[in-house]
């Protein structure tokens, strides 16, 4: 756990609560309902077309700043919503001239999830600046500051504003004073602002305090508090930081506010009203921005999740919302969400077992793709990820902590880690993207996007080019009721029932395939995740039946896996690269895919020596673990 040392113990030992107030001051506000506040709750697929209209009243609030881009966004917009993520911040930069616009850039990762090359680096952040970036909000996950460096020259370069971030986490190797040692060699580095960036809401109220009190003394440049309200901690850990001496502070609009989004602008702005923190920004101003969010929220339901409340849980398992949901749709994928409980528990050994790294991309990815597999192979590391391999390898940077060696030995056997900078092993990566896209009607933005995310960016401009770019269909927003209620047999989803006096609270989640005319159907009773066998001895309509599966749908695509050469991936992936052909021979632990899952890309190897019989994916393709990948002979 993180070291608390406050000004005063009582006489048992315990923190004293005396607090000294930091002397009166304006307190800045960033609003981040435009990245964060959408990627936390809605699976980040707010459209342009939504923030464009009320960008104009957010320009006249007087934010410090308003965080914008960056972060999933820009994977999010090519993806999904078939947006250039160039052309939305072009839009947004016109719409909104007299604010700073922010954004957040994860290091050498920039807004992928792996390591670039320092050319990709350098030419993302004069594109960004170019097309309107004012503030670069640049964090590491490792807090390795090698993976800071490169960006933070390249935003000053440019001649814009640098904010690095220290990566808040809890753990046996993190205190208040090693944090206070990173912000003081990212001073060093060059930093206009530091922003205290706790991504998981672990940041305690009287912990914010001590921090920001103790980073007031060490450092000189402004500071900023970037806080999630998952563990419901939120708001109080803003107020005792700005007791503390607090600069800045995030919020979010109220409609896009709470859960595992951020302290509610509005409320933040009434809180200090009249106090010496005073913002100084208008409440009514707000009412017709959040009657804007209010609405647009509602066209993005299908994207709401049941993970994305205030869960008190976090302070265990430390796992940020959106890992929390990322985990759950890998397991409904696989029909075991029932084995949540499992994973959960399962995140933070793992986390033990890397070095205690701060759950947020990619590490958060990497530790709960590992947690997954370790609870659905039904052994600890019988499937090792690329990813894994790559970060005991030092590829990611180094580790917080120790890391367990039998683990280690495991994932990268006689291969040793790196000691230098893991981008000094890069090399350039711009040149080839160029020569991809010579004599094609692209922008220099188009080769960047290309060299961050190649396979998704071939797609967006092929579709760009014939006209085709649609976005995936949002589901029509569900009505007050329903129009021929009387036709239909409902079938109740949320629902109290009361046995022998006693009333349990019922949530039905979802449900699994049905095998042997038996259905997994996985509640929550009084919030508790548990999963029901059911035989239907009767059924009768609710709202739209389900389809029975006929024809080619029926059956199924790629064999079952049944014999020692046959292929498959380990987690529910996207087909990123085909590494063999027809006849080719491959040795045993040969990578012959690599697969896309939880956005992280890996390898996966042959399992024997043979010849490749039979190919059944091409790039693109969406793959299960049950299915013949490749066939070996």
């Not at 632990?589 to 091409?618: F, W």
Request: with cysteine.
């Amino acid at each position: 756990m993180a070291t608390r040392k406050p000004t005063k113990t009582s006489g048992k030992g315990k923190p004293g609560l005396d607090v000294t107030p930091a002397p009166g001051k304006k307190l800045l506000i960033t609003d981040v309902a435009l990245r964060d506040g959408h990627q936390s709750l809605l699976a980040t697929r707010m459209r342009t077309e939504d923030m464009l209209p009320i960008a104009q009243e957010l320009d006249a609030i007087g934010y410090w700043s308003l965080e914008v881009w960056g972060g999933a966004t820009f994977d999010t917009c090519l993806r999904f919503l078939k947006e250039d993520p160039w052309e939305r911040l072009r839009a947004l930069r016109a719409a909104m001239p007299n604010t700073r616009l922010q954004m957040l850039l994860r290091g050498q990762n920039v807004v992928g999830y792996r390591h670039y090359a320092d050319d990709v680096v350098a030419r993302f952040v004069e594109r960004s600046a170019t097309n309107g970036i004012d503030v670069f909000r640049i964090f590491d996950a490792l807090n390795d500051i090698r993976n800071i460096e490169h960006s933070v020259r390249c935003v000053k370069d440019q001649g814009k504003h640098v904010e690095a971030s220290l990566c808040y986490t809890v753990s046996p190797v993190h205190t208040l004073d090693s944090f206070v040692s990173f912000a003081k060699r990212l001073e060093d580095l060059g930093t206009d602002t530091l922003c205290i960036k706790d991504m998981a809401g672990l940041l305690a109220p009287m912990d914010a305090y001590h921090l920001v009190k103790k980073l007031k003394v060490a450092v000189k440049v402004p500071i900023h508090l970037h806080t999630h309200y998952t563990s419901g901690m939120a708001s109080m850990s803003s107020l005792m930081a700005i007791l503390g001496g607090l600069d800045i502070l995030d919020t979010s609009m109220s409609p896009l506010a709470g859960g595992t989004s951020h302290p509610p602008t509005e409320t933040m702005v009434a809180a200090l009203r009249g106090t010496p923190y005073d913002t100084g920004l208008q409440l009514p101003r707000f009412i017709p921005i959040a009657e804007h969010f209010r609405a647009a929220r509602k066209k993005y339901h299908q994207f709401e999740s049941d993970f994305t409340g205030v869960d008190a849980e976090i302070l265990t398992s430390q796992i940020p919302g959106g890992m929390l949901s990322n985990l759950a749709a890998q397991l409904a994928e696989q029909n075991a969400l029932e084995k949540m409980r499992d994973v959960l528990e399962e995140v933070p050994r793992v986390r033990k077992d890397m070095g205690y790294p701060p759950l947020v991309t990619p590490s958060s990815q990497i530790v709960g793709s590992q947690a997954t597999l370790n609870v659905l192979t039904g052994e600890r590391y019988k499937v090792i990820t690329t990813e894994t391999k790559n970060y005991f390898l030092g590829l990611y940077g180094k580790p917080p902590g120790p890391v367990s060696k039998e683990v280690s030995a495991r994932a990268i056997g006689d291969e040793r880690p790196i000691k230098g900078r893991p981008a000094d092993r890069l090399e350039p990566e711009l040149p080839a993207a160029i020569k991809e896209l010579a004599g094609k009607p692209t922008s220099p933005e188009d080769v960047v996007s290309l060299a961050l995310f190649p396979t998704i960016a071939r797609e967006f401009f092929e579709a760009r080019e014939k006209g085709e770019l649609k976005p995936e269909p949002l589901a029509p927003v569900p009505e007050a009721g329903p129009k021929v209620a009387h036709e239909l047999h409902l079938a109740p989803i949320d629902f109290n029932v009361t046995v022998h006096g006693e009333t349990y609270h019922i949530q039905v989640s979802g449900s699994g395939r049905k095998e042997d005319g038996r259905k997994p159907y996985y509640i929550r009773i009084n919030d508790k995740l548990e999963e029901v066998q059911l035989e239907p001895i009767q059924e009768v309509l609710a709202g739209v039946p389900e389809a029975p599966a006929t024809g080619d749908k029926a059956k199924p695509k790629r064999p079952k896996p049944s014999k020692p050469g046959d292929i498959a991936s380990p987690m529910p992936g996207r087909v990123v690269k085909v590494l063999v052909a027809k006849g080719d021979k491959v040795k045993a632990e040969d990578p012959v895919l690599i697969i896309e899952a939880m956005k992280m890309e890996n390898r996966v190897p042959s399992p024997i020596a043979g010849t490749v019989a039979a190919l059944y994916v091409n790039e693109g393709d969406d793959v299960k673990p049950d299915e013949t990948l490749v066939q070996l002979e």
